[in-house]
């Protein structure tokens, strides 16, 4: 299958106020594929990831430079012109720590369709039941949709975080350690789901964990101190590192 670009990071720099964090990063992003995100600690892994959704526009000290190209249009979403709104709209976020509104389990779902003004019912009900069911939740939850969503597992809890985030069809869902509060089973789940999404949906995934990385994605960047070190397809990455820090990371002897 032909391999097509979702997105490109071109030369991005990135500092809060004097500290610089991304020293000029440049990156592809393949279409329906996983990405992974791996580095030590520190290294920018979380900043680059958010700045696909103007995450930093929030911080008042973020300065940046470069590009975020969007393919095919290739609109930069780093340019000042464009409306961080409309960004967060297009690519989808989830977080850490699972972060459900405090409203039902359907409100929760049907929230981004309602902040873009779809108002058709039926439409958003249609929108709730697929995205819960790509989600891998639908039938746990099917029964209870107009119960709070805070009354459900930690695991189910981030299951419907990913709902939400597709419930408006994103062109890129970006995970960020996505099953670090969730326990062995409820991480089984959310890796497989990954695998079941990259069909339908561009993922790009910071991780901690290499055997996560390993198990879930495509491509893989490793990152350190701010520079993208190495990037290729994971098998190469994490059985033939062509850099010596990378092999060093992979290996378990720093980070
Ligand atoms: N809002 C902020 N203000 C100032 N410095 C920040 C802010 N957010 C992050 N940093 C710093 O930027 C650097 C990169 O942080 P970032 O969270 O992107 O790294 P990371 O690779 O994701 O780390 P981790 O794996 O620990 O989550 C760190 O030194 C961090 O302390």
């Given at each position: ?19 610089k964090?991304?020293?000029g990063?440049t ?5 329906d594929r996983?990405t ?8 920018g892994?979380t ?5 696909f959704?103007?995450?930093h526009d929030l911080?008042?000290n973020a300065?940046?430079?470069?590009e975020?190209l969007?393919?095919?249009d ?7 012109e464009i ?7 297009r690519?989808g ?27 058709k019912?039926?439409?958003i ?10 989600a891998?939740?639908?039938n746990?939850v099917k029964d ?10 930690g695991g189910?809890?981030?299951r419907?975080?990913?709902a939400?985030?597709l419930?408006t ?8 350690e ?8 409820s991480?089984?789940?959310?890796e497989?789901?990954?695998g079941?999404l ?6 790009a ?8 990385a390993?198990?879930?994605?495509d491509y893989?960047?490793?990152m ?13 990455i994490?059985t033939?590192?062509?850099d010596?820090r990378?092999?060093n990371y ?6």
């Amino acid at each position: 299958m032909e391999l097509k670009l979702r997105a490109e990071v071109k030369n991005l720099l990135f500092s809060y106020g004097d500290k610089k964090v991304l020293n000029g990063v440049t990156l592809p992003v393949y279409e329906d594929r996983v990405t992974a995100l791996i580095g030590p600690s520190g290294c920018g892994k979380t900043t680059l990831l958010r700045c696909f959704n103007r995450m930093h526009d929030l911080y008042p000290n973020a300065n940046y430079q470069g590009e975020i190209l969007l393919h095919p249009d290739q609109r930069n979403i780093l340019g000042k012109e464009i409306d961080p709104m409309e960004v967060r709209m297009r690519i989808g976020m989830v977080f850490q720590k699972p972060n459900p509104f405090p409203k039902s389990i359907y409100e929760n779902v049907a929230y981004g369709l309602k902040v873009r003004g779809v108002k058709k019912k039926s439409f958003i009900e249609e929108r709730v039941e697929k995205s819960l069911q790509q989600a891998g939740l639908w039938n746990e939850v099917k029964d209870r949709l107009h119960t709070p969503a805070t009354a459900l597992s930690g695991g189910q809890q981030q299951r419907l975080c990913i709902a939400r985030a597709l419930a408006t069809e994103p062109e890129i869902l970006l995970l960020d350690e996505p099953t670090s509060a969730l326990d062995p089973i409820s991480t089984r789940h959310i890796e497989e789901l990954i695998g079941e999404l990259r069909k339908d949906v561009t993922i790009a995934i910071v991780t901690h964990s290499l055997h996560q990385a390993a198990r879930v994605s495509d491509y893989t960047a490793f990152m350190y101190l701010g520079d993208l070190i190495e990037f290729g397809e994971s098998d190469q990455i994490f059985t033939n590192p062509k850099d010596r820090r990378t092999e060093n990371y992979i290996t378990g002897r720093f980070g």
